[in-house]
């Protein structure tokens, strides 16, 4: 992983995905490495296995262009060092890499900038964009644009990152207004606590915007009717990525499970018992699922349709897992593996839980886009479905490529009756400055077709700085529109949203007016 992008970006969904071939933290990168002049014997593929295999999937050769591999293994070959394990011989180092240089594409194959697994066809929709700014002292980075449960009508929250803003927007009004002060926060959710219980918002802290392992991050709460009143809930964790409450013990009041991305040695999954008798300030008991570092997201729902909750959480990492978490009447929790994707540098970024075929069953949309180990856009990155079958088994079914992608959202787009697809991207510096790279799209709209088909529409090109999205009604004209989130890398732009206004209803625009923004 190249170490200067490793400090850049660690989000909340995706953002925060570092570290993948070892077992603990990353140590200092050595100033030199020794290789000799004489042919290195390229390591048995068994005995490869064997090694990199021990702590995770073994990495496909394919996953990285032959110029990467070097800093890789020696990356591995560090981690092992630091976990003190005793019971792997490793094979040496030069045969390692030279295993896997021997293996890997000197550049990855492009056939479609875009990546698209659909044919392309012109926008029934139209969109325009308006750009929606707040008075800001440094460029904001929208980890995530929330619409919580039982908040007041019409707000969305903004949570800024770096620069420690809560912003609440009322759609279709500007500017966003600064609602809350928070170290580095990721997410907002709501939740009914203390002796009313009152309703109020609870938000993540990552505690620190670069990546690191420490004890600084947590969970904040305010009321809605006190929003000065501001205080913390939960203290000494690593960084928070996200935050789902739910009532888990059907016991009449809201659990909190608490996602910790962490970085090497921190992070995991936790439920948060509310075990406060009725009419006092909550008591909340940890229980720890997953000590793993990575944890992205989590949601609580009924996956397998059997009237009881389950908990789905995303792991990056070297993990690249979706696993589901069912509570045993006896107490405790059992882990499933849902799915794991066929390389640990993979890219996790974001799920969402959407019946999107509509067949009565749940479903999961997964997307692969985090950019920020090594240098080059990575081929396999995109939207995939999980589709649930009849028997309960998952089905993966690649929806279509695209680099970088952040956040894709299931909505009816073009109100014929099924759900389509708005999706983002977030890529690093090092790539959107590259002269030599492809036209990117930053801003697409997937249109369901026959057979389940998705066909990309592309509404913004080369912009590659949106961490999350959302799709609302924003003007209230009875179809739905596309907020997009700025993650600036520098600066002090004032931008934090992009809408991108539905004309469905309308006539203020034409496909032809957005087909192609690149140009």
Same mark, same amino acid.
């Given at each position: 992983?190249?170490?200067?992008?490793k400090r850049i970006w660690?989000s $909340?969904g995706?953002?925060?995905?570092?570290g993948?071939?070892?077992?603990?933290?990353?140590?200092?990168?050595?100033?030199?490495?020794?290789?000799?002049?004489?042919?290195v014997?390229?390591?048995?593929?068994?005995?490869?296995?064997?090694?990199?295999?021990?702590?995770h999937?073994?990495p496909r050769?394919?996953s990285?262009?032959?110029r990467e591999w070097?800093?890789?293994? %020696?990356?591995?070959y560090?981690?092992?060092?630091e976990?003190?394990r005793l *019971?792997?011989?490793p094979?040496p180092q030069?045969? +390692?890499?030279?295993?896997?240089e021997?293996?890997?594409?000197?550049?990855? #194959?492009?056939?479609d900038?875009?990546?698209?697994s659909?044919?392309?066809?012109?926008?029934?929709l139209?969109?325009?964009?308006?750009?929606?700014s $707040?008075?800001v002292?440094?460029a904001?980075?929208?980890?995530?644009?929330?619409?919580p /449960?039982? $908040?007041?009508p019409n707000?969305?929250?903004?949570?800024d990152?770096r620069?420690g803003?809560?912003w #609440?927007?009322?759609?279709?009004k500007t500017?966003?207004?600064m609602?809350? @002060?928070?170290?580095?926060?990721?997410?907002?959710? @709501?939740?009914?606590?203390g002796p009313?219980?009152t309703? =109020?918002?609870l938000i993540?802290d990552? =505690?620190?915007f670069?990546p %690191?392992?420490?004890?600084?991050?947590g969970?904040?709460?305010a009321?809605?009717?006190?929003?000065?009143?501001? &205080?913390?809930?939960i203290s000494?964790?690593g960084?928070?990525?996200h935050?789902?409450?739910?009532?888990?013990?059907a016991?009449g009041d809201?659990?909190?499970i608490v996602s910790v991305f962490?970085?090497?040695?921190t992070?995991g999954? !936790? +439920?948060?018992w509310?075990e406060a008798?009725?009419g006092?300030w909550?008591h909340l008991r940890p229980?720890l699922l997953?000590?793993r570092?990575g944890?992205?997201r989590?949601?609580?729902c009924?996956l397998?349709?059997?009237?009881?909750?389950?908990i789905?959480? #995303?792991f990056a &990492?070297?993990?690249?897992?979706?696993?589901?978490?069912?509570?045993?009447h006896?107490?405790?929790f059992?882990?499933t593996l849902?799915?794991?994707a066929?390389?640990?540098?993979?890219g996790s970024?974001? !799920?969402v839980?959407?019946?999107l075929?509509?067949?009565? /069953?749940?479903?999961?949309?997964?997307?692969?886009?985090?950019s !920020?180990d090594?240098?080059?856009l990575?081929?396999y990155?995109g939207?995939?479905?999980l589709r649930?079958e009849?028997?309960g088994r998952f089905?993966?079914?690649r929806?279509?490529?695209?680099p970088?992608?952040?956040r894709?959202v299931?909505?009816d787009?073009?109100? *014929?009756g099924?759900l389509?697809?708005?999706?983002?991207?977030?890529?690093p510096?090092?790539?959107?400055?590259d002269?030599?790279?492809?036209r990117l799209a930053?801003?697409v709209w997937?249109?369901?077709?026959? =057979?389940?088909?998705?066909v990309?529409?592309?509404? %913004?090109w080369?912009?590659?700085?949106h961490?999350?999205?959302? +799709?609302?009604?924003?003007?209230?004209?009875g179809?739905?529109?596309?907020?997009a989130?700025?993650?600036h890398?520098s600066?002090?732009?004032?931008?934090v949203?992009?809408? !991108?206004?539905?004309s469905l209803?309308s006539?203020?625009?034409?496909p032809?007016e957005i087909? *192609?923004?690149?140009?």
């Amino acid at each position: 992983m190249n170490t200067a992008a490793k400090r850049i970006w660690a989000s $909340a969904g995706c953002l925060l995905w570092l570290g993948l071939l070892g077992c603990q933290s990353e140590a200092p990168p050595s100033s030199s490495t020794a290789v000799s002049s004489a042919p290195v014997v390229p390591a048995e593929e068994q005995a490869v296995r064997q090694f990199c295999g021990a702590c995770h999937l073994t990495p496909r050769p394919d996953s990285f262009v032959k110029r990467e591999w070097r800093p890789e293994v %020696e990356q591995g070959y560090r981690f092992h060092l630091e976990s003190g394990r005793l *019971d792997l011989l490793p094979p040496p180092q030069e045969a +390692v890499i030279a295993y896997f240089e021997g293996l890997a594409p000197e550049r990855f #194959a492009w056939n479609d900038p875009l990546l698209v697994s659909a044919t392309h066809r012109p926008s029934p929709l139209a969109f325009t964009a308006e750009t929606i700014s $707040a008075p800001v002292d440094t460029a904001a980075a929208i980890a995530r644009i929330d619409r919580p /449960r039982s $908040a007041p009508p019409n707000l969305l929250f903004l949570s800024d990152m770096r620069g420690g803003r809560v912003w #609440a927007w009322d759609r279709g009004k500007t500017p966003p207004r600064m609602r809350w @002060t928070v170290p580095h926060p990721a997410a907002v959710v @709501t939740a009914a606590l203390g002796p009313q219980p009152t309703p =109020g918002a609870l938000i993540a802290d990552l =505690g620190s915007f670069l990546p %690191e392992d420490h004890h600084r991050g947590g969970v904040w709460w305010a009321a809605w009717d006190r929003p000065e009143d501001l &205080q913390p809930l939960i203290s000494g964790l690593g960084r928070v990525s996200h935050l789902s409450v739910g009532d888990l013990d059907a016991d009449g009041d809201d659990d909190l499970i608490v996602s910790v991305f962490g970085w090497h040695k921190t992070g995991g999954l !936790f +439920v948060y018992w509310n075990e406060a008798p009725q009419g006092t300030w909550p008591h909340l008991r940890p229980e720890l699922l997953d000590s793993r570092p990575g944890a992205l997201r989590a949601e609580i729902c009924d996956l397998d349709g059997d009237g009881t909750p389950e908990i789905v959480c #995303a792991f990056a &990492q070297e993990h690249e897992t979706l696993d589901v978490y069912r509570r045993q009447h006896s107490g405790g929790f059992t882990r499933t593996l849902l799915y794991r994707a066929p390389d640990p540098s993979w890219g996790s970024s974001d !799920f969402v839980i959407v019946d999107l075929d509509r067949d009565g /069953r749940s479903d999961v949309l997964m997307c692969y886009g985090d950019s !920020f180990d090594g240098g080059d856009l990575r081929p396999y990155h995109g939207i995939t479905w999980l589709r649930q079958e009849p028997e309960g088994r998952f089905e993966d079914r690649r929806l279509a490529g695209m680099p970088g992608v952040h956040r894709a959202v299931p909505a009816d787009l073009d109100l *014929d009756g099924d759900l389509d697809l708005a999706a983002v991207a977030l890529l690093p510096e090092s790539i959107l400055q590259d002269p030599a790279r492809p036209r990117l799209a930053s801003v697409v709209w997937f249109e369901q077709t026959e =057979g389940a088909r998705f066909v990309p529409h592309v509404l %913004e090109w080369n912009t590659c700085q949106h961490a999350t999205c959302e +799709v609302l009604d924003a003007d209230g004209d009875g179809d739905e529109d596309i907020l997009a989130g700025h993650y600036h890398w520098s600066g002090d732009a004032a931008a934090v949203l992009t809408l !991108f206004r539905n004309s469905l209803r309308s006539s203020t625009a034409s496909p032809q007016e957005i087909a *192609d923004p690149g140009k």
